[in-house]
């Protein structure tokens, strides 16, 4: 990458490293893109799992379609069955899932195990803002809230054998101004509680 993209990076991950130390976290979660070809991308991937390994952290490569070169879970995977490590996997989130490229049957080629992250958030479908970071930065909604198929989401992650948790990425300028920190997380949640329930 950039000449100071390894200072920064080496900066980034210590800050991480100390926010999780600091939190009791168990995930740390990075993405794209990546600068070089695909077996540096690995070896890197590779070495941040075995140094994340030494704090008892997992590591989860998101797909972000539209905004770096990791845009589908097939060139997610690519880079984390690369790199084979036990505490290194991916994150499926919602939002890209339904914006990007894969559909529910492209998720189902997927080995759970590979999956250590779950991200949930819905959105209006079709799509109306083309601006792809404007769009995931500003329009998301609560989970059942919008026109995602997050119960068809939730039914394929089960029958994968996905144990990871479910993380809600709700981001929403509207929605965080709309009350309170405790009713729009109470609103959230709810959301997902009645996802979950209409996925049994």
């Given amino acids: ?37 695909l077996d540096q991308a690995v070896e890197a991937f590779a070495r941040l799992c075995d140094r994340a390994a030494e704090r008892g952290l997992k590591v989860a490569l998101e797909y972000l379609p539209e905004m770096t070169n990791i845009g589908s879970v097939a060139e997610a995977l690519a880079i984390v069955i690369g790199a084979d490590r036990p505490n290194g996997g991916i994150c499926v989130d919602a939002w890209h899932h339904e914006r990007g490229p894969d559909t529910l049957e492209d998720l189902m080629d997927v080995d759970g195990r590979w999956i250590v992250s779950v991200q949930m958030d819905d959105g209006e ?13 500003t329009n998301r ?21 996905v144990r990871a948790p479910i993380g809600l990425e709700v981001i ?18 709810d959301g997902m509680r009645s996802v979950l329930a209409a996925a049994r």
């Avoid at 479908?125 to 930065?137: A, C, F, G, H």
């Avoid at 609560?142 to 994968?160: Q, S």
């Avoid at 929403?172 to 949640?189: I, Q």
């Fill in 172 to 189: 929403s300028p509207t929605l965080a101004s709309s009350g309170s920190a405790d009713v729009v997380a109470r609103r959230v949640a």
């Fill in 141 to 161: 909604v609560a989970p059942g809230e919008g026109g995602f198929d997050l119960v068809g989401l939730t039914r394929t992650l089960r029958a994968l054998g």
């Fill in 125 to 137: 479908v079709p799509r109306t803002e083309s601006d792809y970071q404007v769009d995931t930065s």
């Fill in 1 to 37: 990458g950039p000449p100071d993209a390894a200072q920064r990076a080496a900066e980034g991950e210590a800050l991480a490293f100390e926010l999780a130390d600091g939190l009791g976290a168990r995930h740390l979660q990075i993405g794209g893109p990546y600068h070089r070809g």
